[in-house]
């Protein structure tokens, strides 16, 4: 997630100190993305470095106030109009822990996976009853079609996860050892035969 453009686009509609960023990048994102106020302070001053923003006076509580500048503008239209590269996709803990699980022995990696498909409709339930307060309030404002298309990207991105999840279960029974044959079991034993008792050995001689 890009904060430093995150927060250039806030500046670029008027200049804004530290918490006021911090609150309006929350409720554009339903804190999705919580930040903290130290960290919106360092990745301003990382932009003034840079020349994208620049001190815009103070008000009478003290609070500095920042503002994007010309190249901050344009840096801003570059990163609008550049796609997002996905050459070099993001770290996925999931991802990586179902390929350790599957090569680490006595893992049972179809528990992992169920559990893992548990907490994802879990969650989906959640981002979709979200959805339907942000429709209710939709036409609030800008801010609410914010939230409702992060809201919506979450939707989306967990019924891919939880489809993946089923793909994956899938793929793991297709390598899941084929138990060998039991052997057929043994012919019984032919029974003995009947000993001969003098009485009927006595019967058969002449």
């Known amino acids: 997630m890009s904060i430093r453009h995150g927060l250039l686009a806030l500046l670029d509609q008027g200049p804004r100190y530290g ?104 969650a989906l339930q959640d981002y979709t009853r979200l959805k339907g307060q942000a429709l209710t309030a939709e036409g609030e404002g800008r801010s609410d079609l914010a939230w409702l298309l992060v809201l919506e990207q979450l939707i989306f991105q967990t019924e891919a996860e939880i489809r993946w999840l089923d793909h994956c279960e899938v793929r793991i029974a297709q390598y899941r050892p084929t138990p060998e044959p039991a052997p057929p079991p043994a012919p019984p034993a032919p029974a003995a035969p009947a000993a001969e008792t003098p009485r009927a050995r006595r019967r058969v001689r002449f």
């Open 19 to 122: 918490y006021q960023l911090r609150t309006e990048f929350e409720a554009r994102t339903g804190a999705t993305w919580p930040l903290n106020v130290g960290q919106v302070y360092t990745t301003l001053g990382r932009l003034e470095r840079d020349g994208l923003v620049a001190p815009h006076g103070e008000d009478a509580e003290g609070h500095v106030y920042y503002a994007a500048t010309d190249q901050g503008r344009e840096e801003l239209r570059h990163w609008f109009d550049t796609p997002v590269p996905r050459t070099n996709p993001p770290r996925d803990e999931l991802a990586i822990k179902l390929a350790m699980a599957v090569t680490v022995p006595g893992v049972d990696v179809e528990a992992v996976v169920q559990g893992q498909r548990r907490h994802s409709m879990k």
